[in-house]
């Protein structure tokens, strides 16, 4: 079963969003959760368990649940307000006039506290996320993009990474086997073959609607 990313996916009872991430565990090279981002505000992005993929075609991704029970699943990024000191501004009494206008100095008054936003992706310990667009290296350069998972549909291991790679007017998609993935890093996923071994591997032209 492939598991695309950028691709639309539908809940039992309509289209619910897009598939952004898929989160690993590097360990075992197991597929965990798929991040699924809703398509209208608050575009909330939910971790869905990897078993709650029904099936994929090209360029969707159909879940075995309906929205009500997608919008209970956690959140992928949770807000925090944390507070800080910020400098409370007021307005000079004189005002100073120039350039045709009339404005006031401004001085500080006091410091105040305010509360800033900070979000965090839920990454649970020990695993990574992965969007389309992660870089892969070869042992002797960069080669391409990631573009898609293959994985087993019964225990959610991978078994292929499909790799985006060339230029523009030219590009092509090589699947790439589980044995030749070394480490995966947070924004590079790092292969155990060379540029040359890379081009023997079975590839195919994209041709996909959200290519």
Not at 58 to 75: E, F, G, H, Y
Not at 101 to 124: G, R
Not at 149 to 169: A, C, P, Q, Y
Request: glycine share 8%; charged share 20%.
């Amino acid at each position: 079963m492939e598991i695309p990313l950028n691709a639309q996916v539908e809940c039992t009872d309509g289209v619910c969003g897009h598939s952004v991430y898929v989160l690993i565990n590097p360990i075992i090279d197991q597929v965990t959760f798929l991040i699924v981002k809703e398509d209208t505000p608050p575009n909330t992005e939910y971790m869905v368990p990897v078993e709650f993929v029904a099936e994929t075609i090209v360029n969707t991704i159909r879940l075995s649940c309906d929205l009500a029970r997608l919008r209970t699943m956690d959140p992928f990024v949770q807000t925090e307000f944390i507070q800080e000191k910020a400098l409370d501004y007021a307005g000079y009494g004189g005002g100073i006039s120039g350039m045709g206008s009339f404005y006031y100095m401004p001085y500080i008054t006091s410091e105040v506290s305010v509360q800033v936003p900070v979000e965090h992706q839920q990454i649970p310990l020990g695993e990574l996320a992965v969007h389309r667009g992660t870089r892969v290296e070869a042992t002797d350069g960069h080669v391409g993009h990631v573009d898609e998972f293959v994985v087993n549909k019964v225990d959610g291991s991978i078994t292929h990474l499909v790799m985006r790679e060339g230029h523009l007017w030219g590009q092509k998609d090589v699947i790439i086997p589980l044995s030749a993935l070394g480490e995966t890093h947070e924004d590079t996923v790092f292969l155990n073959l060379d540029k040359q071994q890379i081009e023997s591997l079975p590839a195919f032209p994209v041709s996909r609607r959200w290519s």
